[in-house]
């Protein structure tokens, strides 16, 4: 079936300027999480969707960062006046229990 | 803090010897642990599992081995492809009300060569 898929795949935007980055996850996963991973580092936790429950947001790095996942599905992270230091593969991922996480291909997003 | 840590960056070794793939942790409160494989411009895929109530799992080639008291894990590769050549990333995580957030190392560079 279809995975976890990501867009855009590649962003150029310039400092100060929002981006949107969308997420569709596996049909039927409840649960939602956002990583990123920047140059030469592992994976940093975002923000995580279980179900109807309130959000996890304890990975955001500032209140530039937002999340939300309309109907249980597709998730939006969204970053407001971007910097340079968000430049990042933002990765996005779904899981139907709480462990096995399937990820997505990622957003390169670089801020100019 | 860097709750898991993969202190080897990078490991190279001879197609069909076996690839040991090292991760500590510090967090005695994680039961969970996973091995993710990530090839460039891909998302990472699972690997493997392993719970703490368990010391062994394996799966073909691959097998975790957990050492609680060590706070150590290891990925043992038998024998490696060249196939096998990928970023390598151990991830913990908490059951409970930590829901299902991996924490993750920096990841280990394997290259495995004809």
């Known amino acids: 079936g279809a995975g976890v898929s990501q867009s855009p795949s590649n962003k150029v935007t310039e400092k100060g300027k929002d981006v949107e980055l969308r997420c569709d996850p596996i049909?039927?996963?409840?649960?939602l999480y956002w990583y990123r991973q920047s140059l030469g580092q592992g994976l940093e936790f975002l923000i995580y969707?279980?179900?109807?429950?309130?959000?996890?947001k304890s990975g955001l790095p500032s209140d530039r960062f937002s999340a939300e996942r309309t109907g249980g599905s597709v998730s939006t992270l969204t970053i407001q006046r971007t910097q340079q230091e968000d430049s990042a593969v933002y990765l996005c991922?779904?899981?139907?229990?709480?462990?096995?996480?399937?990820f997505g291909p990622g957003t390169r997003l670089t801020v100019t | 803090d860097q709750q898991v840590k993969q202190n080897s960056p990078s490991l190279s070794v001879q197609e069909g010897r076996i690839s040991i793939l090292n991760c500590d942790y510090t967090?005695?409160?994680?039961?969970?642990f996973l091995w993710y494989k990530k090839y460039p411009a891909e998302g990472p895929t699972f690997l493997i599992s392993?719970?703490?109530?368990?010391d062994k799992n394996e799966d073909g080639r691959f097998t975790v081995f957990l050492n609680k008291s060590a706070k150590h894990l290891s990925l043992h590769i038998v024998p490696s492809q060249p196939g096998d050549s990928a970023v390598y990333f151990c991830?913990?995580?908490?059951?409970?009300?930590?829901?299902?957030?991996?924490?993750f190392g920096q990841g280990t560079e394997l290259s495995v060569k004809p």
């Open positions: 991830a913990a995580s908490r059951s409970g009300n930590q829901g299902g957030k991996l924490i």
């Open positions: 967090n005695s409160m994680f039961d969970y």
């Open positions: 969707f279980q179900g109807n429950s309130a959000p996890d």
């Open positions: 049909s039927g996963h409840t649960a």
């Open positions: 991922a779904s899981s139907l229990s709480t462990y096995e996480q399937y």
């Open positions: 392993i719970s703490s109530i368990k």
